[in-house]
């Protein structure tokens, strides 16, 4: 089964929505309440990414009977340094971001801990591509 | 221990989301980060807090939280109010500091013997 949304950067208005949508698609399938926590956590913090740094971006859910894969694709300024990207704390969100509550440097940890797998490739000036396998 | 109990005890006005007061409280999350209430909170606990925007209500949503409590006499958002609507998870507001509501809220569930 397939899913697709897309996202608008700066829109924070609908961040969530694909988590959300994900969530209760999860729940219909009878998934199990732990597994969709994980995936939710995940999805949301990608979400929230590409709203809060990129132009736009695209999320493309692939769900299997034993495994979910969700790919963000966002055009936006990359990440000129993804190890240092991965590090809690490490933040390059604007101030108004920040005062919402984002950017505290949690987002791209907070996805490693909720997936079984996560691959994030990125050109600067282009764009990144998050993708992350969950295994029910 | 339902949300209802709470805004008696703590005199808690409810803003919107009515329709969840009867959801069910075990424990509360203390956070204005909202990647920490991401990654940390758990299912029907209270979350504390001052932000005031919509995305409030998506991550509570998100989360299955109880019901979230604004500190200091802070206002809701109109779209935030509209959400809690929609999500039937209630925003609640008290005039106390955060110090003070948490302490509250956490003697009265410990008493109730609603901390999960």
Request: charged share 25%; proline share 2%.
């Amino acid at each position: 089964m397939n899913l697709e949304f897309e996202i608008a950067g700066g829109d924070f208005t609908k961040a969530g929505y694909a988590s959300s949508q994900v969530k209760k698609m999860l729940k219909q399938l009878g998934v199990e309440a732990h597994c969709i926590k994980n995936i939710v956590i995940a999805l949301y913090e990608a979400e929230v990414n590409v709203v809060a740094h990129a132009y736009e971006g695209q999320i493309l859910v692939h769900i299997e009977s034993d495994k979910i894969t969700t790919k963000i694709i966002d055009k936006g300024p990359g990440i000129p340094d993804i190890e240092q990207a991965m590090q809690e704390g490490y933040s390059t969100a604007s101030k108004k971001v920040r005062e919402m509550g984002f950017g505290a440097g949690m987002g791209l940890p907070n996805i490693k801990k909720n997936t079984d797998k996560l691959q994030i490739q990125s050109k600067v000036d282009e764009g990144t591509t998050v993708e992350m396998v969950n295994y029910f | 221990m339902k949300v209802s109990d709470l805004i008696e005890q703590l005199n808690l006005e409810v803003i919107s989301g009515e329709k969840g007061l009867d959801r069910e409280v075990t424990g509360a999350y203390v956070s204005d980060l909202l990647s920490d209430v991401m990654g940390n909170a758990r299912e029907s606990q209270m979350w504390i807090t001052l932000q005031v925007h919509q995305n409030v209500m998506a991550i509570a949503s998100l989360k299955d939280l109880a019901a979230v409590i604004l500190v200091k006499g802070l206002r809701p958002h109109e779209s935030t109010i509209r959400h809690s609507n929609d999500e039937q998870i209630p925003i609640l507001s008290t005039t106390d500091s955060t110090f003070e509501i948490s302490g509250k809220l956490f003697e009265l569930l410990k008493k109730e013997g609603c901390l999960a």
